[in-house]
């Protein structure tokens, strides 16, 4: 395996993007992604906060203890993984990490890997989707995620500028992807808009180094309050107000997340001043 | 003078009568309590070596030429190997050997779970090797695959007939009774995930094996090799100097000791075999699930009078079924007692000792069901407890027990309880739970030690026992310089070798220093011995008036004070030699551990999270001879054991019944941010009875009743009833919704 460090955006051509290695690592490890040539972008994605704009290669361990961060964003990379994964993975690459769901990292042949079955929704789901599941019940792991959806923050990325909510789609029969972002094409830098408050809540079964069970991100700026999930569908999850919940569709065993889901909604909610 | 005994010998609850060469032992016992090194906190010797990474674990071994092995394992639970072809695997680069079913034990054409050994190959690099499995091909037969461990039993798929055990008339004393509680109670299966993986290296020298190996017991893997080779045992070495944890997962050698012994045979190079940590956590053994059914029946007095269960322990492919029904059958006085235990075989991964196994799920049910009978009966569970209380083993005398004592330890923390609650809010509920132990860990015979002492007065304990990470070098060494009179530091310990030291037991079963110990006192006390008799002669003194005492010898009278290397000067490159060996149990009497956990819990009534926030530990494990060690050991039992209460659970999908739960992310141990304040304390009382030392082992009491303490404690917080291990938010909701239709039922205003 050969392994390419280019020093421009423009020396990008092919080969399989790595930046802190947290998640392509173990997935190449597992054979779930295969390369021949590994390229790595640190060179090449800008890092560090400029006012409202943050080098989608700056690492989670440098978010968390930078006092401009909204909360939400803060928490959601304190309360991610562990402080060796931290100060490692990039906030560009925690956007784009695939599911924990223990069917599709054991390659079972289910719909994301390009199958015809969900194996989850049919086996073992306790800690899988309460929302849009009834093709893949996969669960999307980024705290990040959800806190960037509730900042409705802005991505640019080498070929255009997008809401983060647009960066993420439902699979489907036609398109087994979760995101929308194309071959070849890095996220760059992301930019938040000023919020008042903001909040992230976060379940995990033990007290650290847990991916959500249930994250809940709450912002609020003059025009309103927005709220977006962890961890209860395929991808981060904006809900229209905490009442929605009574239309989550969790499986036979999902139901208890809905419950941790609401209580979380009401408490990050109080949160805000 | 030498004698022949047949004596009993236990390990991990099982008792097997043995014939024992035993010397004689005159020494009387130590006075109870701290005394110059022994029962006084010491750092362990290895502290520094292991932490700077010089010490030399099985997974840092490298030899020169050393290739590596990887293992083939069945993708389906349950099939056959109707052809394998490793041709292509060995046309592959780097690859230089390859075998296949019956090649080497553990290597199987039938596989009984998904995860079991087919064929291994060996490679330059393990990169290599594990490519060049995707090389072979292998035809499968598939077989009917059954995973639930109850229509295993109704279909008569079992590990052996059912055990029954009765005294009394239980049906009669349950009609008669005042009280009676029933429930069902579930443990999970959990892993041991060793920070170490199952590994051996092999190397053939001449017609000498050498085997590297991660293990609890150098000897047993000597003769198991040995035997399933067909060689003369001493052509065996077992090397295992350092350990990075067994839990009773490495009692034995594994597919993986014999895959690289055969691969080297093949090569005439030497093969490492390490499971990865995927394999870890499908084919390193497992704590078997239980199924306990229990019946618990009293007067109105708060007298037990029938305790009942009928259990399943859910096997898996392999392994052997412990006594889940052990604690009911001996924890209480209790004359009507009845117990079934079925041994389902299913197509699981199977099942190896698990630290205190079947005590641990067995006293999950029991210490449970006791406090929902306490609720009944509106009796202090401390008190029911101690009403209860069992002064003999069903008739047989206990060397010693001090569970008394225990419960007046732990009254202090019981009667947190009242502040502890009503620190509760709207949403965090706190409560204090209990819950008692008892266990083996009286160790047994045969074991040995030798010590060598040099002219430079230090001493060296020899003896071929393994450390496997409970600070053993530590303690024995403390046994040595106590009796030898000399401080710590002079006390080196060599172990982990069966070329270099006599025979010593597992380390399996709370066994290790209660074991060996009594050894290496001897070995000590014979070398002291011999010094104060050449001593006697050269001073011209009687030995009546010699002794050693901080490293010197010294007469009662205080007219002679000499160092000991100073005196030894004489013996040049010479040595003193001592040798020990562990005498047998005390006949006729029941050797066990007790204890108590006292848990504070807080429950989140919403999100159903569950915190451990203070543990207090009591244990009756006679003499402690290291009380820093002795402390790790508590808190390492109960962080183990939190785990197993709250995250820990190995998944499979049922359907495939393969494992989902392969990585550390997946499946949930504890980190040190779960870790709640944990209070350690002992009776230290030395068992009057059990060998020259009066010391049990504790590597396995502190886990056995912390589930329990934690599930009580959930109780006295919220009113739920948890019956299910682990205790994840789906299951504390559940539990919370159950006690809130329970209340509405049970409360007129609802109605």
Sequence with gaps: MDLLQPSSLEDVDGGLVVHGGTEVVPLLRDGILHADTLVDVRNVVPRGISGGVIGAGTTLAELEVEP?????????????????????????????????CWYWRLKYPCRLHGGDRCHAAEGEHREHAIFGNDFCASAHPSDVAAALLALDA??????????????????????RRTTTLEPGELILEVELPQVESSAYLKAMDRKRWSFPQVGVAVARTGGGTRIALAGVAPVPWLLAGPEELDRATPLERTAWKVDVARALAGRALAQLP | MARLIRTEKEVEGNFEE????????????????????????????????????????????RLPGMLHAAVLRSPYAHARVKTIDLAPALELPGVRAAIGPGDAPGLEAEAGYAGAAVAAVAAETFGQARAALEAIRVDWEELEVVVDPEQAVERGLVHGEPERYERGDFDRAVAEADVVVEGTYRTQVVLHNSMETHQSVCEWVGD???????????????????????????????????????????????????????????????????????????????????????????????????????????????????????PLKMLYACDNVRTTRHTAKINTPPMKAFRAPGFVEGT?????????????????????????????????????????????LAQKHWDRRHDVRARSDATWKRGVGMASQIWYGGGGPPSYAWTRVGSDGRITVVTAMQDIGTGTRTAMAQIAAEELGVPLDRVEVTLGDTARGPYATLSAGSSTTPSIGPAVRAAAADARRQIIEIAAQRYD????????????IVSADGNLSVALEEFLEILGSAQILGKGARGPNPTGMSVLTFGVHVVEAAVDVETGEVRVERVAAIHDVGRIVNPLGAESQVEGGIIQGIGHTLSEQRLLDEETGRVLTTSLDAYRMPTIADVPEIVCEFVDEPDAHLTNLGSKGLGEPPIVPIAAAIANAIRDATGADVHEL??????????????????????????
Excluded at chain 2, 374 to 390: G, I
Excluded at chain 2, 542 to 552: G, K, N, P, S
């Design chain 2, 726 to 751: 682990p205790v994840t938010r789906e299951e504390m909701l559940r539990a919370l919704r159950e006690a809130a239709k329970k209340e509405r039922r049970g409360s007129p205003a609802a109605v």
């Design chain 1, 154 to 175: 802005r991505l640019r990325t080498s070929r255009r500028e997008l809401a983060v909510a647009d960066l993420y789609r439902l699979p489907d029969e036609g398109n």
């Design chain 2, 208 to 326: 000498r094996l050498d085997v590297y190996t991660s293990t609890q017991y150098v000897w047993g893997v000597r003769s198991e090799v040995a035997g399933e080779l067909g060689m003369p045992a001493d052509k065996v070495r077992v090397v295992c100097e350092y350990m990075g944890g067994g839990f009773g997962s490495k009692n034995s050698a594994g597919e993986y000791t014999f895959a690289a012994a055969a691969l080297s045979r093949a090569t005439g190079r030497p093969v490492r075999c390490a499971l990865t940590r995927r394999e870890e956590n499908v084919a390193a053994g497992n704590r078997n699930a239980t199924i306990q059914r229990l019946t618990a029946a009293a007067r109105s007095d708060g007298t037990i009078v029938a305790l009942g269960g009928e259990f399943v322990n859910a096997l898996g492919w392999g392994g052997w079924s412990a006594s889940t029904e052990g």
């Design chain 1, 68 to 100: 401009q961060i909204p909360a939400a964003l803060r928490e959601a990379c304190r309360l991610a993984a562990s402080p060796q994964l931290r100060n490692m993975s990039s906030l560009g690459g925690n956007l784009l990490q695939s599911t924990r």
């Design chain 2, 364 to 408: 999950f049910g029991l210490e449970c069901i006791i406090d929902e009978l306490a609720a009944k009966l509106d009796v202090d569970p401390l008190e029911l407890r101690r009403k209860n209380y069992a002064s003999s083993n069903d008739g047989t005398p206990f060397s010693s027990k001090n569970l008394t004592q225990c419960y007046e």
């Design chain 2, 541 to 552: 003194l009687e030995e009546r008036v010699l002794e050693i005492r901080d490293a010197r």
């Design chain 2, 18 to 61: 043995i014939w024992l060469v035993v010397e004689e032992d005159p020494l009387e016992q130590w006075p109870a309590g701290p005394l110059d090194v022994v029962g006084r906190p010491a750092v362990r010797k290895d502290a520094l070596e292991r932490v700077r990474g010089e010490a030399r674990y099985t997974a840092d071994i």
